[in-house]
């Protein structure tokens, strides 16, 4: 089991930085996959960005590619999202998720445990 929670979330103008956390509780924080997803108003919920258990693999949607970092600190028991360049179709709610290392951390799938969002918006 794991628990997630968001911060980070804000307004910021088209073309600033944000950065969300994500801390998890549990002792088991490193054998999990991480994922950023988000959700705009009226659209489906998508995978922004994903990292492996042991951080070596990275995925990146293309909208996101270059500008969107993920990272994480297993010492801190901690996922990131550094976003850069941002842009008004950014916005939307941003979840992080958690799900075993068995599963491919780049498919959207096999998700099993989520934190409650915060909301990111970029003003234009």
């Known amino acids: 089991q794991v628990q997630l929670v968001e911060s980070g979330g804000g307004l910021v103008q088209a073309g600033g930085s944000l950065r969300l956390s994500c801390a998890a509780s549990g002792r088991t924080f490193s054998t999990y996959a991480l994922g950023w997803f988000r959700q705009a108003p009226g659209k489906e919920r998508e995978l922004t960005g994903a990292i492996s258990w042991n951080g070596r693999g990275t995925y990146y949607t293309d909208s996101v590619k270059g500008r969107f970092t993920i990272s994480r600190d297993n010492a801190k028991n901690t996922v990131y999202l550094q976003m850069n360049s941002l842009k008004p179709e950014d916005t939307a709610v941003y979840y992080c998720?958690?799900?075993?290392?068995?599963?491919?951390?780049?498919?959207?799938?096999?998700?099993?445990?989520w934190g409650q969002g915060t909301q990111v918006t970029v003003s234009s």
């Open positions: 998720a958690a799900k075993d290392r068995i599963w491919t951390y780049y498919s959207d799938s096999n998700y099993n445990y």
